[in-house]
């Protein structure tokens, strides 16, 4: 049930007052996409995670030089591969790999889809709280406590002890979800199950839950809204809206024991240690590297093997595979621009092999 803050917010994120939450400019329809030939330029559009929004908009305005006009519209992972399977865009962002489910009803498109991780982004712990600099101290227990609604004041004893020295006011804490179908959501409340078994048990792990407290707003700019505006308030907000906004965020504590700021270069450190499987469909979890911050989130494009099979036309095929091709070279350099950070080198090889795998009717693609 939406109560008012949560229309209010909702209201505030539609109105764009963030500019990463801004939508990618130029129609979401895909009539213009499934007609015509040719191996290049053209148009394709996608749609999905909004953690993922700025990098793909950035993408598409570099490749505009090129010929290819990039639609991307930030409406959550979840609505992506839906959008993705019923065919209306061309490729979906998401954060959380595909369900064996949603590969299932996408094939029945005529092709499998193709994971191709692009970058990785850290999940802070942003807050508004007058006193409080950057870098309060919080545990992934403390943490879910928070989320659970069972703490509810800033100066509760448990993050008092983290924080010695700190002085804490007696400000009631509001929490801020998602109330969208969201990637963010997954890899945050993904992390949450793994250290806290009171969130396991009450709530789980998905692209939406039902949160035991708090307010909800849609996308990760929504939640940055209403964090902003909000006094005594604390969200899950990705670092590159985070620090758009100056939020003051938490560093967490790994599986190391350390204390760990979410930094870029800690944000690539989480995913260095990975085992990756052949089909690239990894999920980032804390894997103990002492350098690494413990939430953070990996972020896909998926696309059809052989998009002709599944509808669209030979330059669209083309133009998917010159986007991929751009956002795993050179893309990547532009990463850190926008506040998101690179992938590993090993991971990003093997992604740009995976490219290879993209046909049209069964043909490689030029």
């Known amino acids: 049930m939406r109560t008012r803050p949560t229309r209010m917010v909702a209201a505030v994120g539609a109105a764009g007052l963030l500019a990463f939450g801004a939508a990618a400019c130029g129609s979401d329809s895909n009539s213009d996409t499934t007609t015509g030939g040719g191996a290049s330029g053209g148009t394709i559009n996608g749609s999905g995670s909004t953690f993922a929004a700025p990098i793909y908009q950035q993408w598409g305005s570099a490749l505009k030089g090129q010929g290819l006009t990039v639609n991307y519209q930030g409406v ?133 839950v039902k949160w035991p407290t708090g307010t909800g707003a849609k996308g990760n700019d929504g939640v940055a809204a209403a964090v902003k505006q909000t006094p005594g308030s604390v969200g899950y907000v990705e670092q590159a809206y985070a620090l758009q906004n100056k939020f003051t965020v938490a560093d967490v504590k790994n599986k190391a024991g350390k204390f760990v700021a979410p930094t870029l270069e800690s944000t690539t450190a989480a995913a260095e240690k990975l085992t990756v499987p052949a089909n690239l469909q990894f999920t980032v979890k804390d894997t103990g590297n002492p350098a690494a911050y413990p939430i953070t989130s990996q972020t896909f494009v998926v696309a059809f093997t052989d998009a002709c099979k599944a509808g669209f036309s030979e330059q669209v095929a083309n133009g998917i595979k010159q986007f991929l091709t751009y956002g795993l070279g050179d893309g990547q350099a532009v990463l850190a621009q926008l506040q998101y950070a690179k992938l590993p080198a090993s991971i990003d090889s093997q992604a740009k092999a995976q490219i290879g795998k993209l046909v049209c009717n069964g043909k490689p693609l030029s």
């Open 76 to 208: 959550g992972s979840g609505q992506g591969i839906s959008e993705l399977t019923a065919g209306t865009v061309n490729f979906a962002g998401t954060d959380p790999p595909m369900k064996p489910e949603e590969i299932t009803a996408a094939e029945k498109k005529g092709s499998p889809p193709l994971h191709f991780p692009t970058a990785l982004g850290a999940i802070t712990i942003s807050y508004n709280v007058q006193g409080i600099d950057n870098g309060l101290k919080l545990t992934g227990p403390v943490i879910g406590d928070i989320f659970l609604g069972k703490i509810k004041k800033w100066n509760d004893p448990a993050i008092a002890a983290l924080n010695p020295g700190v002085s804490l006011p007696s400000t009631d804490i509001t929490v801020v979800h998602r109330s969208d179908s969201s990637g963010t959501t997954k890899g945050f409340t993904g992390y949450l199950s793994d250290v806290n078994p009171a969130w396991a048990k009450q709530v789980g792990s998905d692209k939406i």
